[in-house]
């Protein structure tokens, strides 16, 4: 008989949930949300990008991006450029606020995957990753 508790969908999901949630208390502490830290982290890593790119590489409906876009441009760590050849596009980027910021929050995503990582060796995390690098080619398939 099935048994959810040995599948690998509902095991993946119940640890990657708790995960974000630890993540993300870590963060309100300091007055931000796992969510805010990944669009700043992604921002500063990639540069400017469009909201719907953003969206996909967040995994999010573009609606969720964008009342998340909205809430982060009223407290000024983005903003919006409109493309000057296709006006339907609309680019984010971080303001300098917004780069001070994801500069001060990049240490709790260190200590976070520290600590989700403690004691495992190198080679474990390796094969790890190979694993979860595969169920991902096969939930494509």
Same mark, same amino acid.
Request: hydrophobic content about 35%; glycine content about 4%.
């Given at each position: %008989? ?13 640890v990657?949930?708790? %995960?974000a949630? /630890?993540?993300?208390e ?5 007055g ?11 921002l500063?890593?990639? &540069?400017?990008?469009s909201?719907?790119?953003? &969206?996909?590489? %967040?995994?999010i ?10 809430r %982060? =441009?009223?407290?000024?760590?983005v903003?919006?450029?409109?493309? /000057? +050849?296709d ?21 709790? &995503? ?8 403690k004691?495992i060796?190198?080679?474990?995390f =390796?094969?790890?990753? +190979?694993?979860?690098? +595969? ?7």
């Open positions: %008989m099935f048994d959810v508790d040995t599948c690998v969908c509902f095991i993946t999901n119940k990657a949930k708790k %995960m949630d /630890k993540m993300n870590r963060l309100v502490l300091v931000s949300t796992r969510v805010q830290w990944l669009v700043m982290y992604y500063l890593r990639d &540069g400017r990008m909201q719907s790119d953003l &969206g996909e590489k %967040m995994d409906k573009d609606s969720t991006v964008v009342r998340l876009i909205d %982060m =441009e009223k407290e000024q760590f903003e919006r450029v409109k493309d /000057k +050849k006006r339907r596009v609309t680019y984010v980027l971080l303001t300098e606020k917004g780069k001070k910021r994801i500069e001060e929050l990049l240490p709790i &995503g260190e200590e976070m995957s520290k600590v989700f990582s004691s060796s190198n080679e474990e =390796e094969i790890f990753n +190979k694993v979860l690098n +595969k169920m991902a080619e096969n939930a494509d398939d």
